[in-house]
């Protein structure tokens, strides 16, 4: 396993899309806080942002991230049929396996922590210092990470056992997106209020409020249950909580990232001891 660690990680630093997701991230980072920073100084403060506030926007597109870099990175593996040779001189296939999600994984992570030094390094000369309790930036900081691993076993398990490219790349593209979608639509569902305020003509021709009355695209009982979830299950739906700093049961979240992980993983381990590596 350490071998087959320090060859990846080898190619890991001489791996163009590498860099250049780090740099995606770092850049990011950088202009989350200018952007802030600059409708801060358009609205005469009005609009004031804080460091915290950009501080986690990195999970909202680290799964996208993932989903091009893994399955390009995994993906050369067997167009080069480096899979192979590492069969051919005693490397059992969870090994494999194993050292890849591991790498993969902590490119992610490493992009991550771009965005991070990026967005602190400007935000806190721009934005001011830290304004959110220590435990719930930790707090989101453990989850969201959680979360990207979430992020690479699924793709892992595309890419591992996909053995074109470009093939794993488009699927983990599109499956990223439509899970984006997914959660964006979800959160729409959750977030409709409980009562809609009506208006109607008085007498007098003025528009005036008329009585709250019920939201017939509120959510209730079991369905809201389901619903909030499906949100929370989903990586995509973790990220957005986490980078609005709204999430109110981090163990869960925490939790069902790592059954993500577990069951994406165990699957894909599975698949691939069985794979014909012709």
């Not at 740099?23 to 460091?51: F, Y």
């Not at 979430?150 to 470009?166: D, E, G, L, P, Q």
């Not at 369905?223 to 929370?232: H, I, M, P, S, T």
């Amino acid at each position: 396993m350490i071998k087959l660690l320090s060859a990846n990680f080898l190619r890991l630093r001489k791996n163009n899309a590498f860099w250049g997701s780090m740099g995606v991230s770092l850049g990011m980072g950088l202009l989350m806080v200018v952007d802030s920073w600059r409708s801060a100084q358009e609205s005469g403060g009005a609009w004031a942002s804080t460091v915290d506030a950009e501080l986690f926007k990195y999970a909202a597109f680290i799964g996208i991230l993932a989903a091009e870099l893994i399955p390009l990175f995994l993906g050369t593996e067997y167009s080069d049929g480096a899979i192979r040779n590492k069969m051919v001189v005693g490397h059992s296939r969870l090994s494999i396996y194993f050292a890849n999600l591991i790498t993969g994984y902590t490119a992610c992570l490493l992009c991550s922590v771009a965005y991070i030094l990026g967005c602190v390094a400007l935000g806190v000369p721009l934005l001011g210092w830290f304004t959110q309790p220590p435990a719930l930036l930790l707090t989101a900081l453990a989850g969201s990470l959680l979360m990207a691993a979430a992020f690479c076993a699924i793709f892992t398990f595309v890419a591992m056992n996909c053995a074109k490219k470009s093939t794993s790349v488009v699927i983990c593209l599109l499956g990223a997106f439509a899970a984006f979608i997914g959660a964006i639509v979800i959160h729409s569902m959750l977030d409709a209020p409980e009562f809609i305020q009506g208006y109607e003509l008085s007498m007098g021709g003025q528009v005036v409020s008329a009585p709250l009355e019920p939201n017939p695209n509120y959510l209730t009982g079991a369905k809201r249950e389901v619903y909030q979830f499906l949100y929370d299950l989903l990586p995509t739906g973790q990220s957005l909580q986490y980078t609005m700093l709204s999430f109110t049961d981090p163990a869960r979240l925490m939790g069902l990232a790592a059954a993500v992980t577990v069951v994406f993983t165990g699957a894909g381990a599975a698949l691939f001891r069985r794979k014909d590596l012709k």
